[in-house]
């Protein structure tokens, strides 16, 4: 036991000391505080400038040009974009189906007319296709 005893005492030195003016630990501290307050008074500085901004947005609409108010009701030049246009596409399809399964004449002055392509198929049938003449040897 006197040798644990005599260990003892040699770590208990009162002349060993620590360093207390390395690190000003209060200084720290307040200088977090004063950043961490500074933070939250910017964010509510902020929050209310927005705030400000918003409500003078909302109150003044854009104002009407004089020379924009007298166009609008001109169209722009062709070509135009299409508004609708499946809709264009199926009344053109159906012109065209409409064109294809009818009579009508194509020019009256010449006598051609159209026909329906059932009946042209089977007109193709009954009277054959022309054939060339093959050229005598």
């Given amino acids: 036991m006197a040798k644990s005893d005599s260990t003892h005492q040699q ?7 620590h360093e207390t003016s390395d690190v000003n630990i209060r200084a720290i501290l307040g200088f977090g ?13 902020i929050w209310i400038l927005f705030g400000y901004f918003d409500a003078r947005e909302a109150k003044g609409a854009a104002p009407d040009y004089p020379l924009a ?20 596409l199926r ?12 009579y009508g004449w194509v020019d009256r002055n010449a006598g051609i007319v159209r026909i329906p392509i059932a009946d042209a198929m089977k007109l193709t049938v009954q009277r054959g296709l022309p054939v060339r003449e093959e050229a005598s040897k």
Avoid: C, Y
């Fill in 11 to 17: 770590l208990d030195n009162p002349k060993v000391d």
């Fill in 91 to 102: 009344d053109l399809r159906a012109g065209e189906d409409q064109l294809l399964e009818s």
């Fill in 33 to 45: 505080g004063v950043l961490a307050v500074s933070a939250a008074i910017i964010h509510v500085v």
């Fill in 69 to 88: 108010t007298a166009e609008r009701s001109r169209l722009p030049p062709e070509p135009r974009l299409q508004v609708t246009p499946r809709e264009d």
